[in-house]
């Protein structure tokens, strides 16, 4: 009976309703992901630096925008920000020799702290659509879906663009053999740096975004931001594997990976619709993320492993001995 | 082409485990000058390469590479003189990368690296026809990523790689020693023949003394972190396994037993 009312009390209409806005914050994450495969794919570098430079991206988005400036020069001052926090954890790491991941972790702690400067030691900054020029806003979603999507793709473009030049192949080298990028004259220390300074300056610019959809700059805004960019990454790259059996082009997988934020937020958004409590998401995203990670590890394993061998060589003595 | 003036490097100084890998090296190549290095594990050969490679600063002495001193620059920096094959088949090129992206990151060895397209159509007409020296069918297959090729293809792709843009100094680290026979008799001819069309100095360690005798115009044996014999010209074109071995006898005054043991 309690079933029945559950499923009655859920009503389809709210969730094409809802839906919109999440493909809208989807897109905007997705943006924050491209800089994430920069670090995670391209670098090799888990960089835990986002969870802070996504808000203080947010943070001189809104301080700027509250300060009379245009909104995109506060996106615009928000990238520079951003790629000053990669620029620290980049230094930190290679000028000091501190791990990469916990090179991250000092930063971003040390953000939080910066963030609240930012905004004026409040926690929160609200930018309301009304009274301030926006050019994203969850006020009118289809135009968001739109603008955000503009931006995906002039975003999509460049990146396609940069890693295809000298340099980005540099990056992608570093990341892929350190050993021989430094033979082949490869500064990997500077490659590094410069990496981990794009890919912040792009999650700043996500956070720009977020700052100007959801109409307020938070300083938890960012908080799990690694992991929801690790999500939208490998749920766009299952996703693309899966289109696309032979591989494709970078930009298209580029692509993929703000299809994998949209589809994150689709799945959030369904969630939610099914009445489950909002503060056990972070635990759904957390198992979403470790079962697509695990994901090509055991299917690996499915195709060879001990356990695999053992039985397959178990077989075949049996077989053996009965022709004998 | 290459002077290695006196450079000593000992690991862990101080502790337990202290090596005195280099002591008081020296060592001077001449143009086109093709050093066959052998000696037995410990001798300091590789240690030797990745001092010239730069791999980290040297504790004593200079070394200086046509004319240039690098004694003071880090690997990256040395990149412009140096062409590098590594024992490791895995550790020269780039996996995730595309075959021709490869090469076009070996043919911009030590250049600035712009906001240029990083492989041009006109590169790729040459790395074409570059690859189909190695008679492996690679050049047919320029954008399949690296990591899809057997050990031996990408070793023969590294070598191709380190003489893309012709090195003043190539250093060849043992580079067949993790291939089978077939596979590292072939890179090794691939070698002779690269070293010798663009006339390239080049060192090459070796374990197989047959090797080292038959290839390149001079050989030089190292023990305990110096080099202990330097044969070139005629007297090593009529070098024999035997010699080498009571030579080594003679010079390292250990037993010929043992040696059989540290160098075959």
């Not at chain 2, 100095?201 to 014999?229: E, F, K, P, S, V």
Request: aromatic share 6%; charged share 15%; net charge positive.
């Amino acid at each position: 009976m309690e079933l029945a009312a559950y499923f009655a009390s859920l009503d389809p209409v709210n969730l094409l309703k809802s839906l919109p806005g999440g493909v809208a914050q989807g897109i905007v994450w997705g943006v924050m992901a491209l800089g994430v495969y920069i670090t995670f794919r391209l670098l090799d570098i888990a960089d835990l630096t986002v969870d802070g430079s996504f808000t203080t991206g947010g943070a001189v988005t809104a301080m700027l925008i509250l300060g009379g400036w245009p909104a995109w020069a506060g996106v615009l001052a928000a990238i520079l920000a951003g790629m000053l926090a990669g620029l620290c954890t980049g230094l930190l790491h290679t000028r000091f020799g501190i791990p990469a991941i916990l090179a991250g972790i000092l930063t971003q702690f040390a953000l939080y702290s910066i963030n609240l400067h930012i905004m004026g030691m409040a926690a929160n900054k609200s930018v309301n659509p009304d009274k301030f020029p926006v050019f994203i806003t969850s006020r009118h979603v289809p135009a968001a879906i739109l603008t955000g999507l503009v931006i995906a793709a002039v975003l999509v473009a460049v990146l396609y663009w940069y890693f295809g030049t000298e340099q980005g192949s540099a990056v992608r080298a570093t990341g892929s053999n350190p050993a021989m990028s430094r033979a082949l004259g490869i500064n990997i220390d500077s490659m590094k740096v410069l990496g981990l300074g794009l890919s912040n300056g792009l999650v700043a610019l996500a956070g720009g975004l977020m700052t100007q959809y959801q109409g307020f700059a938070d300083v938890n805004m960012g908080r799990g931001a690694i992991v929801i960019g690790l999500a939208a990454v490998i749920i766009g790259e299952v996703v693309c594997a899966a289109i696309f059996r032979k591989g494709t082009n970078f930009g298209v997988r580029l692509g993929f990976i703000i299809a994998g934020g949209v589809l994150y937020y689709a799945v959030m958004t369904l969630i939610l619709w099914l009445k489950l409590n909002s503060n056990d998401l972070k635990l759904f995203t957390a198992i979403i993320v470790a079962v697509f990670l695990a994901v090509p590890y055991l299917q690996a394993q499915a195709k060879s492993s001990f356990k695999l061998a053992g039985r397959r060589g178990r077989a075949a003595e049996k077989g053996g001995s009965e022709h004998a | 082409m290459l002077d290695i003036n006196h450079i000593s490097k000992t690991f862990n100084p101080g502790t337990i485990n202290e090596k005195k890998a280099l002591q008081g090296l020296d060592l001077h190549l001449g143009e086109g000058d093709f050093v066959t290095v052998i000696g037995g594990n410990g001798a300091g050969k590789s240690t030797m390469l990745n001092a010239v490679a730069g791999v980290w600063p040297v504790d004593e002495g200079s070394i200086l590479i046509d004319g240039t001193d690098v004694t003071g620059l880090p690997e990256f920096r040395r990149a412009p003189f140096i062409g590098r094959v590594f024992q490791d088949p895995m550790m020269g090129t780039a996996p995730n990368m595309q075959i021709e992206e490869n090469l076009a990151l070996a043919y911009r060895r030590g250049q600035r690296r712009g906001l240029k397209w990083g492989v041009t159509k006109k590169e790729r007409a040459f790395y074409r026809q570059r690859l189909k020296i190695l008679g492996l069918g690679l050049e047919d297959r320029m954008t399949v990523r690296v990591s899809l090729l057997s050990g031996g293809q990408r070793q023969a792709l590294t070598l191709l790689m380190a003489a893309l843009q012709k090195p003043k100094l190539l250093l060849l680290d043992e580079h067949t020693a993790a291939l089978d026979p077939a596979t590292a008799a072939k890179v090794l001819e691939l070698s002779d023949r690269i070293v010798r069309e663009n006339g390239l100095t080049a060192l090459m360690i070796t374990h197989n003394m047959q090797d080292a005798i038959r290839h390149g115009n001079r050989l030089i044996m190292m023990n305990a972190g110096r080099i202990i014999l330097d044969i070139s010209g005629e007297e090593k074109k009529k070098l024999t396994k035997a010699d080498l071995l009571q030579k080594f006898a003679e010079v390292a005054g250990v037993q010929e037993e043992s040696d059989q043991v540290l160098l075959s």
